[in-house]
T-cell receptor
Framework: AQSVTQLGSHVSVSEGALVLLRCNYS??????LFWYVQYPNQGLQLLLK??????LVKGINGFEAEFKKSETSFHLTKPSAHMSDAAEYFC???????????????FGKGTKLSVIP | NAGVTQTPKFRVLKTGQSMTLLCAQDMNHEYMYWYRQDPGMGLRLIHY???????AKGEVPDGYNVSRLKKQNFLLGLESAAPSQTSVYFCASSKSSGANVLTFGAGSRLTVL
């Protein structure tokens, strides 16, 4: 069975500082990995996804994530935080060989990012 | 494109009342999902559908029923609402599973008194 652990339910950074949101996964087969973002009072939207091509994945709004198989991690980073980055971020995992008709996407519990001016 | 539309956006129910949440998508997606989001719990899958006329249970299906009579619509029903069902409900859709991205609706906030 697959699972996702997001370390830290709340993270605070100063504006302009590095953003690092941690995600570790477990999966018995090669995974697909996703980061979604949820702004206040909105649904989730995709930031980026890893599907076994390049291990460093670039997403929207300057975010990127690196797939590290040896560490079973997919941490999300952004070099310089902006006030508009304040949101909740969710890591998710699914198995690369999910059969047609099945559904196995698992979300982490989320990390709320606060940006301090 | 409207994407995924959920109605209603807000609803207050009394314990024991019934209601239906409607989800509509205009992207011709095969897969549709209902999640609930509670503080500190992340998103939990209630039910999902891999095509018109099919439904399947997710992680937390008890107390809910669903129907997918038309490809574009996915209904979530509460037959006898309980305070434990107070939550924000999200509908999502995708072309398929695997690497396919989910498109989410804006959410429906339900309070059961």
């Amino acid at each position: 069975a697959q699972s996702v652990t997001q370390l830290g339910s709340h993270v605070s950074v100063s504006e302009g500082a590095l953003v690092l949101l941690r995600c570790n996964y477990s999966s018995s087969v090669p995974p697909y990995l996703f980061w979604y973002v949820q702004y206040p009072n909105q649904g989730l939207q995709l930031l980026l996804k890893y599907t076994s091509a390049a291990t460093l994945v670039k997403g929207i709004n300057g975010f990127e994530a690196e797939f590290k198989k040896s560490e079973t991690s997919f941490h999300l980073t952004k070099p310089s935080a902006h006030m508009s980055d304040a949101a909740e971020y969710f890591c998710a995992v699914t198995e690369a060989y999910s059969g047609a008709g099945s559904y196995q996407l698992t979300f982490g519990k989320g990390t709320k990012l606060s940006v301090i001016p | 494109n409207a994407g995924v539309t959920q109605t209603p956006k807000f609803r207050v129910l009394k314990t024991g009342q019934s209601m239906t949440l409607l989800c509509a998508q205009d992207m011709n997606h095969e897969y549709m999902y209902w999640y609930r989001q509670d503080p500190g719990m992340g998103l939990r899958l209630i039910h999902y559908s891999v095509g018109e006329g099919t439904t399947a249970k997710g992680e937390v299906p008890d107390g809910y029923n669903v129907s997918r009579l038309k490809k574009q619509n996915f209904l979530l029903g509460l037959e006898s609402a309980a305070p434990s069902q107070t939550s924000v409900y999200f509908c999502a859709s995708s072309k398929s599973s695997g690497a396919n991205v989910l498109t989410f609706g804006a959410g429906s906030r339900l309070t059961v008194l």
